[in-house]
């Protein structure tokens, strides 16, 4: 079945460092990913919707400047969170759907401490 | 109030109870969507609903669009179905995704 990796699934950066998080659709091709982002004992948040080829679409609340993403291909999509703080640790998730609007594939998630 | 309500928060059951979430929402979807999210954090979509009903295994999932309400259903449960359940929509007029808060689910031997 359809498969989406993501990378890493955990790290540790220190405070005002950058960290990219990967999102690779591994057997078919995602016209759209989706990155959202669980903070303990609450359920997922959308972040932003990532088209290919296009600018993502932020919601609202999300800083786009801090949040990067980038759609290069249909199977990769990242998110670069710039300048981390503390409390942008967080759990973050992206998801990938096909043309054909089958059931939405999530990866497993990064974890990331920011110390 | 949240566009997408879970009920119950929290589920205890013993192995082989039938287990009911629910899930309401106030939004006009395009589709909703059942989600299971293990302990370790991965994610899974049990099902993608417009209508009607699917069963898979000894998951079924039920949607009611004129009451805006949706159920998933465990017959046999087991505690390997220990998870948090997320409802999710899709919304049909600006086509954001909305989340419910989850329901925690675990079943005891």
């Known amino acids: 079945g359809a498969v989406v990796s993501q990378h890493p699934s955990w790290v540790i950066c220190k405070s005002g460092t950058s960290v990219k998080i990967e999102c690779r659709s591994l057997d078919f091709q995602a016209t759209t990913m989706f990155w959202y982002r669980q903070f303990p004992k609450q359920s997922l948040m959308l972040m932003a919707t990532s088209n290919e080829g296009s600018k993502a679409t932020y919601e609202q609340g999300v800083e786009k400047d801090k949040f990067l993403i980038n759609h290069a291909s249909l199977t990769l999509s990242t998110l670069t969170v710039t300048s981390a703080h503390p409390e942008d640790s967080s759990f973050y998730i992206c998801?990938?759907?096909?043309?054909?609007?089958?059931?939405?594939?999530f990866g497993n998630g990064t974890r990331l401490t920011v110390t | 109030k949240n566009e997408v309500e879970q009920s119950p928060q929290n589920l205890t059951a013993q192995e082989g109870e039938f287990i009911t979430i629910n899930c309401s929402y106030s939004v006009g979807i395009s589709a909703l969507h059942w989600l299971q999210q293990h302990p370790g954090g991965g994610i899974v979509s049990l099902f993608m609903l417009s209508s009607g009903k699917k069963k898979h295994g000894r998951l079924i999932a039920t949607i009611n669009i004129q009451e805006k309400h949706s159920s998933l259903h465990i017959t046999a449960s087991h505690p390997r179905d220990s998870a948090v359940y997320i409802c999710?929509?899709?919304?049909?007029?600006?086509?954001?995704?909305?989340f419910g808060a989850g329901t925690r689910l675990t079943v005891k031997p």
């Open positions: 999710a929509v899709r919304s049909r007029i600006d086509n954001d995704m909305r």
């Open positions: 998801s990938a759907r096909s043309p054909d609007r089958s059931p939405l594939h």
